[in-house]
């Protein structure tokens, strides 16, 4: 039985979101301009008076049901009020209300035997008035409450507005949508789009330089201190001192993350390690992170002696200290870096934390999020299969999430979002995920919302004031290999608004803040510092309401990324071929050509720099013509997805430490050995090579090694330009 093909490709769309044809188009004039447009019925209930009372207690607990069709809602109720105010806002959609009239009735949620409506009032909906944006939502009025015969009660009126707008009012992240109507409580929260902002994120180094007049527990032993700083839950140590006395010394940097408003303190204690594996606190003092010095300039910050709490100790006792231990410490919140919460390549923000050092805005970035088509299954739900997808989408500290389409394998959502630019080799994330947290806050499954892919997008692929409408395939890495879970719709536009500001950008400003290259810190602090990060993001969005949970990212990289590195040297190995078949002459018009050009440059050295600058004219033109006119995408082939290994899979998503046999651990050891083996080779080639171009490495030498008055440690201009030219990583799943 032959199997169906799957088409990974990314597909140029013509969505309904202008008259013309707008990929490629001229930049249109709407706010709303990059989705299509939807029409909803919005009713905002706000509250009731004189209702009759129907209870024999003289008391009732009203609420009111909105019903449209085969549409169901209801506000919340109230228990025991004399007040009743819902000042609840609901959006139906347009095109799939089957009715002409609507019916609100007010009911009373105690009276359950017989019939519990106190009133009703019923409209035609086709006499519901439009109020499209710009305009501000309708006033609300004040309706009098009819029985269920249609005659007009004594007594009862019920507040509320009607009116027809689009998903561009700005009531419309606040209401509850008739595509999550299956929703209720307080799961309806979770449906609701919203826009977050990550926190302001901060370096906290802490420099331990050296500490004086230590009380150690014993004398009869040299102590072996070392310094422990926490903040939050971060623990942090320096190396034990080798100065085996009570003043030793360190001169060691322990950084964190820290997140704005400061209320965390920062707490070092030194501790002494004794023989029997057991720690004696030495010495502790606090210092809240509000009173730390914040330094934005490449300065080093002052040293300062700190006092340590008289924690002493005699004979194994504590008592009470007569005098004060001192630690010396530079403890700065360093504003000139970039706090990495993402990869580096995949950054979506390269500025510092400080504000006044920022440059300045570039563009504005906007994204149409249209709709998605042929979503797998997720769940079950009442015996059937379902999916309730939403989208997040994030670029610099701003993250947004689009409502949840319940119930439904082609959802669409036609939400815009905007985005202020400062740098265009930054990236754009946008994930697709399932709502498993929809029931009374039960989540399905293990509690996470699993993920049906991603599209990364470099905006410097992007050209300016120009609507690219693309649908992009949702890719997924299962343990049985790269699965298609649909097709996300988008639509996308960089709007330039200094043309000055991007050409310096790309000539004078490093990718980079200066202090990451003044004073760098090394991939392994990064590393450990991103992680920081993510924790700290993690736990702020979830706080919010709805909460942005972290449901989120090995040898199939590895294979593809010793492809990536052949292809690139691929060049001189062509190079190196065709040269082989001009001297063989191989083909006798061509060799005869090359000779000519060789005794031109020969007899004639004064034309080889004008030459060489015209071919390189030339290339560049015919290059630029044939560039890629498509925004990036994840591409399978050249991520080894389709032809990766069942067991290569398999150990991708093992866990660490493993859990597989011995066995397998020996056999992917083996194959790691086979790799390594030919990534060796592939050095041993390029360090033959090398070895002949000596004169250019002394050179190369002599040019790093250069005194500082000759040259800065921030980038030049050809290297600021080269940092952001677009590599094949983006494409990478």
Same mark, same amino acid.
């Given at each position: 039985?032959?199997?169906?093909?799957?088409?990974?490709?990314?597909?140029?769309?013509?969505?309904?979101?202008?008259?013309?044809?707008?990929?490629?188009?001229?930049?249109?004039?709407?706010?709303?301009?990059?989705?299509?447009?939807?029409?909803? $019925? +919005?009713?905002?209930?706000?509250?009731? =008076?004189?209702?009759?009372?129907?209870?024999?207690?003289?008391?009732?607990?009203?609420?009111?049901?909105?019903?449209?069709?085969? &549409?169901?809602?209801?506000? *919340?109720?109230?228990?025991? *009020?004399?007040?009743?105010?819902?000042?609840?806002?609901?959006?139906?959609?347009?095109?799939?209300?089957?009715?002409?009239?609507?019916?609100?009735?007010?009911?009373?949620?105690?009276?359950?035997?017989?019939?519990?409506?106190?009133?009703?009032?019923?409209?035609?909906?086709?006499?519901?008035?439009?109020? +499209?944006?710009?305009?501000?939502?309708?006033?609300?009025?004040?309706?009098?409450?009819?029985?269920?015969?249609?005659?007009?009660?004594?007594?009862?009126? $019920?507040?509320?507005?009607?009116?027809?707008?689009?998903?561009?009012?700005?009531?419309?992240?606040?209401?509850?949508?008739?595509?999550?109507?299956?929703? %209720?409580?307080?799961?309806?929260?979770?449906?609701?789009?919203?826009?977050?902002?990550?926190?302001?994120?901060?370096?906290?180094?802490?420099?331990?330089?050296?500490?004086?007049?230590?009380?150690?527990? %014993?004398?009869?032993?040299?102590?072996?201190?070392?310094?422990?700083?926490?903040?939050?839950?971060?623990?942090?140590?320096? =190396? @034990?001192?080798?100065?085996?006395?009570?003043?030793?010394?360190?001169?060691?940097?322990?950084?964190?993350?820290?997140?704005?408003?400061?209320?965390?303190?920062?707490?070092?204690?030194?501790?002494?390690?004794?023989?029997?594996?057991?720690?004696?606190?030495?010495?502790?003092?606090?210092?809240?992170?509000?009173?730390?010095?914040?330094?934005?300039?490449?300065?080093?910050?002052?040293?300062?002696?700190?006092?340590?709490?008289?924690?002493?100790?005699?004979?194994?006792?504590?008592?009470?200290?007569?005098?004060?231990?001192?630690?010396?410490?530079?403890?700065?919140?360093?504003?000139?870096?970039?706090?990495?919460?993402?990869?580096?390549?995949?950054?979506?923000?390269?500025?510092?934390?400080?504000?006044?050092?920022?440059?300045?805005?570039?563009?504005?970035?906007?994204?149409?999020?249209?709709?998605? %088509?042929?979503?797998?299954? /997720? *769940?079950?739900?009442?015996?059937?299969?379902?999916?309730?997808?939403?989208?997040?989408?994030?670029?610099?500290?701003?993250?947004? *999430?689009?409502?949840?389409?319940?119930?439904?394998?082609?959802?669409?959502?036609?939400?815009?979002?905007?985005?202020?630019?400062?740098?265009?080799?930054?990236?754009?994330?946008?994930?697709?995920?399932?709502?498993?947290?929809?029931?009374?806050?039960?989540?399905?499954?293990?509690?996470?919302?699993?993920?049906?892919?991603?599209?990364?997008? =470099?905006?410097?692929?992007?050209?300016?004031?120009?609507?690219?409408?693309?649908?992009?395939?949702?890719?997924?890495?299962?343990?049985?290999?790269?699965?298609?879970?649909?097709?996300?719709?988008?639509?996308?536009?960089?709007?330039?608004?200094?043309?000055?500001?991007?050409?310096?950008?790309?000539? /004078?400003?490093?990718?980079?803040?200066? /202090?990451?290259?003044?004073?760098?810190?090394?991939? &392994?602090?990064?590393?450990?510092?991103?992680?920081?990060?993510?924790?700290?993001?993690?736990?702020? $969005?979830?706080?919010?309401?709805?909460? $942005?949970?972290?449901?989120?990212?090995?040898?199939?990289?590895?294979?593809?990324?010793?492809?990536? #590195?052949?292809?690139? #040297?691929?060049?001189?190995?062509?190079?190196?071929?065709?040269?082989?078949?001009?001297?063989?002459?191989?083909?006798?018009?061509?060799?005869?050509?090359?000779?000519?050009?060789?005794?031109?440059?020969?007899?004639?050295?004064?034309?080889?720099?004008?030459?060489?600058?015209?071919?390189?004219?030339?290339? /560049?033109?015919?290059?630029?013509?044939?560039?890629?006119?498509?925004?990036?995408?994840?591409?399978?082939?050249?991520?080894?997805?389709?032809?990766?290994?069942?067991?290569?899979?398999?150990?991708?998503?093992?866990?660490?430490?493993?859990?597989?046999? #011995?066995?397998?651990?020996?056999?992917? &050891?083996?194959?790691?050995? %086979?790799?390594?083996?030919?990534? @060796?080779?592939?050095?041993?080639?390029?360090?033959?090579?090398?070895?002949?171009?000596?004169? #250019?490495?002394?050179?190369?030498?002599? &040019?790093?090694?250069?005194?500082?008055?000759?040259?800065?440690?921030?980038?030049?201009?050809?290297?600021? +330009?080269?940092?952001?030219?677009?590599?094949?990583?983006?494409?990478?799943?």
């Amino acid at each position: 039985m032959a199997v169906e093909k799957v088409d990974f490709s990314l597909k140029e769309t013509s969505p309904n979101i202008g008259s013309d044809r707008v990929s490629g188009g001229e930049k249109l004039t709407s706010s709303f301009d990059l989705v299509e447009k939807m029409e909803f $019925l +919005f009713v905002r209930i706000v509250r009731a =008076r004189d209702l009759p009372l129907k209870a024999v207690n003289g008391i009732i607990d009203p609420y009111v049901e909105i019903k449209i069709g085969n &549409y169901n809602a209801t506000t *919340k109720y109230f228990e025991k *009020k004399p007040d009743f105010e819902w000042n609840q806002l609901f959006a139906f959609g347009q095109d799939r209300l089957q009715a002409t009239t609507m019916e609100i009735t007010v009911r009373d949620k105690e009276l359950i035997i017989g019939d519990n409506m106190i009133g009703k009032i019923t409209v035609a909906l086709h006499e519901v008035p439009p109020c +499209f944006p710009p305009d501000s939502p309708l006033a609300s009025q004040w309706y009098k409450l009819e029985d269920k015969n249609g005659f007009t009660l004594r007594k009862g009126e $019920l507040m509320l507005a009607m009116w027809y707008s689009t998903q561009a009012d700005r009531v419309f992240t606040d209401a509850w949508h008739s595509d999550s109507a299956i929703v %209720s409580g307080e799961s309806l929260l979770n449906t609701r789009s919203k826009a977050y902002l990550s926190p302001r994120l901060w370096y906290l180094r802490v420099n331990v330089i050296q500490a004086r007049d230590l009380v150690p527990g %014993s004398k009869d032993r040299n102590p072996q201190v070392y310094v422990k700083a926490v903040v939050g839950d971060v623990i942090l140590r320096t =190396r @034990v001192s080798p100065d085996k006395n009570v003043n030793p010394q360190w001169n060691e940097d322990l950084m964190f993350v820290v997140a704005e408003p400061f209320f965390d303190s920062l707490i070092v204690t030194v501790e002494d390690r004794l023989e029997n594996n057991t720690v004696q606190c030495l010495g502790k003092c606090v210092t809240r992170l509000s009173n730390v010095e914040q330094r934005l300039l490449p300065l080093p910050a002052d040293p300062l002696w700190y006092t340590l709490e008289d924690i002493v100790f005699e004979d194994g006792m504590e008592k009470e200290a007569n005098f004060f231990s001192k630690l010396n410490m530079c403890v700065s919140l360093d504003g000139g870096y970039h706090v990495f919460d993402e990869s580096v390549h995949n950054g979506s923000d390269y500025r510092p934390t400080a504000k006044m050092l920022w440059t300045a805005m570039i563009g504005v970035l906007e994204l149409g999020i249209i709709n998605t %088509s042929g979503l797998q299954p /997720m *769940k079950l739900r009442d015996s059937r299969e379902t999916t309730d997808a939403y989208c997040v989408a994030k670029y610099g500290p701003k993250w947004v *999430k689009t409502r949840t389409v319940v119930d439904s394998f082609d959802p669409k959502w036609n939400e815009q979002y905007s985005w202020d630019v400062y740098d265009l080799y930054t990236m754009l994330t946008i994930g697709v995920f399932d709502d498993c947290h929809l029931h009374g806050g039960d989540a399905v499954g293990d509690g996470k919302d699993p993920s049906l892919g991603k599209v990364r997008i =470099r905006l410097s692929t992007l050209a300016t004031n120009k609507i690219y409408t693309y649908s992009y395939p949702l890719l997924v890495l299962q343990p049985n290999g790269a699965k298609k879970m649909g097709e996300l719709q988008l639509a996308i536009r960089f709007t330039c608004s200094s043309y000055l500001s991007l050409f310096l950008v790309y000539t /004078m400003n490093p990718l980079l803040p200066q /202090m990451h290259h003044i004073y760098p810190l090394s991939i &392994y602090q990064l590393d450990i510092l991103r992680k920081q990060a993510v924790r700290i993001l993690c736990s702020s $969005l979830s706080r919010t309401e709805p909460p $942005l949970r972290q449901e989120v990212v090995d040898l199939r990289k590895a294979k593809a990324n010793f492809q990536r #590195f052949l292809a690139t #040297f691929k060049c001189f190995s062509n190079a190196r071929q065709w040269f082989d078949e001009i001297r063989k002459w191989n083909n006798s018009a061509a060799t005869v050509l090359v000779m000519a050009i060789y005794c031109i440059i020969v007899f004639k050295p004064d034309l080889i720099l004008p030459t060489v600058t015209l071919y390189s004219i030339q290339v /560049m033109i015919l290059q630029w013509r044939k560039r890629q006119r498509r925004p990036t995408h994840i591409d399978v082939n050249l991520s080894v997805a389709g032809s990766v290994t069942a067991d290569e899979l398999d150990e991708e998503f093992d866990t660490f430490p493993s859990s597989r046999q #011995f066995d397998v651990l020996r056999m992917r &050891y083996d194959r790691l050995r %086979s790799i390594a083996g030919r990534i @060796v080779t592939v050095i041993s080639d390029i360090a033959t090579q090398v070895e002949s171009l000596k004169i #250019f490495l002394i050179f190369g030498g002599f &040019y790093v090694m250069r005194p500082p008055f000759l040259g800065k440690d921030v980038l030049n201009a050809p290297q600021n +330009f080269f940092s952001r030219l677009p590599t094949k990583a983006d494409y990478m799943l």
